[in-house]
């Protein structure tokens, strides 16, 4: 069973950076999708940025687009996601996400449905 092990979060200042990673338990090979969502208080989880590993292909959403950067390091089966620029309305529970190498590409932004695997979840507070 594939395990998504998240780190990373906390809090800091309006403008501040942080860095979130996610690692597969078995190997990066198992998931043809990684990525990142987030969830605000009251609402839906929106996806906001991944990478389909078994097409080479990136989506990073328009809100975070020049502030977030994701990138994968294969070797480790971890998944990072870079936040610099951070807002106050960046604040939220992040979680890591994954697909199923067998199901193939999801989505752009993915649906929660398309999701085999989620992480616990991590929780980023930026302060004004």
């Known amino acids: 069973q594939v395990q998504l092990m998240e780190s990373g979060g906390g809090s800091v200042q309006a403008g501040g950076s942080l860095r979130l990673s996610c690692t597969v338990s078995?190997?990066?090979?198992?998931?043809?999708?990684i990525g990142w969502f987030r969830q605000f208080p009251g609402k839906e989880r929106e996806g906001i940025a991944n990478?389909?590993?078994?097409?080479?292909?990136?989506y990073v959403a328009d809100s975070v687009k020049g502030r977030f950067t994701v990138s994968l390091d294969n070797a480790e089966s971890t998944l990072y996601l870079q936040m610099n620029a951070l807002k106050p309305e960046d604040t939220a529970i992040y979680y890591c996400?994954?697909?199923?190498?067998?199901?193939?590409?999801?989505?752009?932004?993915?649906?929660?449905?398309?999701?085999?695997?989620w992480g616990q979840g991590t929780q980023v507070t930026v302060s004004a």
């Open positions: 996400a994954a697909r199923k190498w067998e199901y193939g590409m999801w989505s752009d932004p993915p649906r929660k449905s398309e999701v085999t695997y």
């Open positions: 078995t190997y990066i090979y198992s998931v043809y999708c």
């Open positions: 990478i389909c590993i078994g097409n080479d292909r990136t």
